[in-house]
């Protein structure tokens, strides 16, 4: 049965549940978007806000593209869902990027709903090195993806609170940024890695373009005859 809603899309009698997807999107690809909307549907979430980090200060130690790039790419990848949209205030707020502060500005800016910040394994098992970590379960529920290649240790699972945080299994697909950057550069497709239009973003701008191939492959003497 569907559920009833009002003009604005608010469940009465519930509260909104906003779910928050963190990450540097550099480039955003299907990883990401397949977490988002995994999580959007288990928990019956009303929207889904993709937040672009302004400076990922643990990744200080390597290039980051701009983080209008990374925005735009963003909004382009998540412009056909009606329930995802994207957020700059991490962008805005300057300064390294902590999501003690994403959480509250989100709560300042919407102060009905319930947040569901969600992780890749990988992330969520770093999460004890972020800054004000002691309050961020507080501030929103957690929920970690499941991600190819990465397991989340059951001991730092267990420091979290139980009632806060969540794993959820699903679909693997093992793409990272830094492979769909690797492959950009080496001049191997990302079509189907990353939407069509980041795609066409990428070679618009020549991300990542730094060792980019502008010439095909040579064909071998025998691969095109007939
Ligand atoms: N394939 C994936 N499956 C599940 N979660 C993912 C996947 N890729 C990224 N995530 C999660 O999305 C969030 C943002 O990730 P991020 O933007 O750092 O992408 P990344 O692919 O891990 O990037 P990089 O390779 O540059 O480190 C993190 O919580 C991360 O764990
Ligand atoms: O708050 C922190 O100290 C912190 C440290 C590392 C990562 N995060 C957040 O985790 C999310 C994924 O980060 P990343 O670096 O994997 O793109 C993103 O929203 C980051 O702001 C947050």
């Known amino acids: 049965m569907t559920p009833v809603t009002t003009a604005n899309g608010a469940r009465p009698?519930?509260?909104?549940?906003?779910?928050?997807?963190?990450?540097?999107?550099?480039?955003?690809?299907?990883?990401?978007?397949?977490?988002?909307?995994?999580?959007?549907?288990?928990?019956?979430?009303?929207?889904?806000?993709?937040?672009?980090t302004?400076?990922?200060?643990?990744?200080?130690?390597?290039?980051?593209?701009?983080?209008?790039?990374?925005?735009?790419?963003?909004?382009?990848?998540?412009?056909?869902?009606?329930?995802?949209?994207?957020?700059?205030?991490?962008i805005d707020r300057g300064g390294p990027t902590y999501t003690v502060d994403t959480l509250r500005d989100l709560r300042t800016a919407m102060p009905d709903a319930e947040l569901y910040f969600i992780t890749g394994a990988d992330a969520l098992a770093g999460i004890f090195g972020w800054r004000g970590h002691e309050q961020l379960f507080e501030l929103a529920h957690f929920v970690g993806c499941t991600r190819p290649g990465y397991e989340m240790d059951d001991a730092a699972l267990a420091a979290i609170p139980s009632d806060r945080v969540a794993m959820l299994e699903i679909p693997a697909l093992a793409i990272s940024s830094t492979d769909c950057r690797d492959r950009q550069r080496a001049g191997q497709p990302?079509?189907?890695?990353?939407?069509?239009?980041?795609?066409?973003?990428?070679?618009?701008?020549?991300?990542?373009a730094d060792l980019a191939r502008t010439d095909p492959p040579t064909l071998t003497a025998t691969s095109g005859d007939r």
């Open 13 to 52: 009698g519930r509260r909104r549940r906003i779910g928050v997807m963190g990450g540097t999107f550099d480039p955003i690809h299907h990883g990401h978007l397949v977490a988002a909307s995994e999580v959007q549907s288990s928990y019956d979430l009303d929207e889904v806000v993709f937040v672009p």
């Open 54 to 90: 302004g400076q990922p200060w643990q990744k200080s130690g390597r290039e980051v593209s701009p983080a209008e790039h990374r925005y735009l790419m963003t909004v382009i990848a998540t412009a056909a869902n009606p329930r995802f949209w994207v957020s700059r205030v991490d």
């Open 190 to 208: 990302v079509w189907y890695l990353v939407p069509d239009g980041v795609v066409q973003y990428i070679t618009k701008h020549g991300l990542y």
